[in-house]
């Protein structure tokens, strides 16, 4: 489909939804964030609700709240509840199901919290969260058991902790989704956190320049600018999120001089195809985000639906792997519940060695040897 054919849908399904919406207010976040669909009955007026959605939002008890902004809901199918947008955030009675080995914390974050708001599992990084809030409330998220309560967060405690600990040099600010706070808020947050001699990498982990990519402004470009270096690791699921209007607000964050890093859960039914994938990659590329990891889907309660097994994911890693731009393909990787970290899982290509030569194997099956004598008294690996 053509940006011009896209822009059109946008316009005609404001027009028609909202019909007292200016092209101006439609592009206020604000706005956007008021005006997001939150029962049942003024999502099927854009929707046509399958049973199983119709049921899970009438019984919506879960843990997971459920939001959905004007512009992402116009990027939906609306015939269709299968389509991988509308499955990222609708919820439906799959989500019912806890499966073996699912739990509401399954990164057992909760035992690396060191102070209020502030995990820690490594010695150089935290993550801080910030909010609770987000745009929307993806059905597979983490942290489901945190969000959506709009619980006020005191970052005082956090902010003396970093300060204390000299070899904390990366502080991801979390949540939540932190470009749900106001700019001022955010500023005063970086301020104090540039403020801290050994802080050297400030990232902010997002999903709100493809749900609400007129969060992205240049007010808010033109604020982050100063505290660098800053990164942001953007959630993305689908090549459909790469709009015009993501693009541009993708195109600012990257123009601003902020590291763009792509990070992508692996989901049944919406993104494990490799067409799919290979077209997110290669867009998000595009847009000047590095796609840095593809996660496994945590085994979150309620998830089973969207899990993919490894094995299928070690194939569709095999089908990125020298078929793209080395810039484009992220690192597969498995979030070890119980707080492992994320561990890289690769497909295999060392075979084995013969003598002083390494066999290697690449991605179309082929296999060479690497000339690596074995230095004496060093034992093979
Ligand atoms: S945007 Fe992030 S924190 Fe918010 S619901 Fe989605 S995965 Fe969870």
Redesign the pocket.
């Known amino acids: 489909m053509s940006d011009w054919f896209i822009t059109q849908n946008r316009t005609a399904f404001r027009k028609r939804f909202f019909p007292e919406a200016t092209r101006q207010m439609w592009s206020d976040w604000r706005w956007q964030l008021r005006h997001r669909f939150r029962d049942a009955t003024s999502l099927a007026r854009v929707l046509h609700l399958s049973d199983s959605e119709q049921t899970a939002l009438d019984r919506h008890t879960q843990a997971i709240p459920w939001a959905i902004t004007p512009y992402y809901a116009a990027l939906m199918d609306p015939e269709n509840p299968l389509h991988p947008l509308r499955r990222t955030l609708v919820p439906t009675l799959a989500e019912h199901i806890v499966t073996p080995g699912e739990s509401i914390d399954p990164l057992d974050e909760t035992t690396a919290i060191v102070a209020p708001n502030l995990i820690r599992r490594h010695i150089d990084r935290v993550v801080l969260l910030t909010t609770d809030l987000?745009a929307?409330?993806?059905r597979y998220?983490?942290?489901?058991r945190l969000?959506g309560e709009g619980k006020p967060i005191t970052w005082e405690p956090a902010l003396a902790y970093i300060t204390t600990h000299p070899e904390i040099r990366d502080v991801l600010i979390s949540?939540?989704?932190p470009l749900l706070l106001s700019t001022n808020r955010l500023e005063c947050l970086l301020k104090r956190l540039r403020a801290i001699p050994h802080v050297e990498l400030i990232r902010i982990?997002s999903?709100m320049p493809l749900l609400v990519p007129m969060r992205v402004t240049r007010k808010l470009v033109g604020m982050l600018k100063p505290y660098h270096p800053l990164g942001l690791s953007l959630?993305a699921t689908h090549p459909d999120e790469l709009t015009p209007e993501a693009g541009a607000s993708l195109e600012r964050l990257a123009d601003a001089g902020i590291l763009l890093a792509g990070q992508t859960v692996l989901l049944a039914g919406i993104n494990d195809d490799l067409e799919t994938l290979r077209t997110l990659m290669r867009g998000l590329v595009r847009h000047r985000v590095r796609p840095y990891y593809l996660y496994q889907c945590d085994p979150i309660s309620g998830s089973g639906h969207f899990r993919v097994p490894v094995s299928r994911g070690l194939t569709l890693m095999e089908g990125l792997v020298g078929h793209l731009s080395g810039y484009a393909v992220p690192r597969y990787v498995i979030d070890a519940p119980g707080g492992g970290g994320k561990i890289p899982i690769a497909p295999a290509t060392l075979a084995g060695r013969e003598g002083d030569d390494l066999l290697i194997k690449n991605h179309l099956g082929q296999f060479y040897r690497y000339p690596d004598p074995e230095i004496e008294g060093e034992k093979p690996c």
Do not use: K, P
Request: with cysteine; aromatic share 6%.
């Open positions: 987000c929307g409330y993806c998220c983490t942290r489901s969000v949540g939540g989704d982990g999903r959630h």
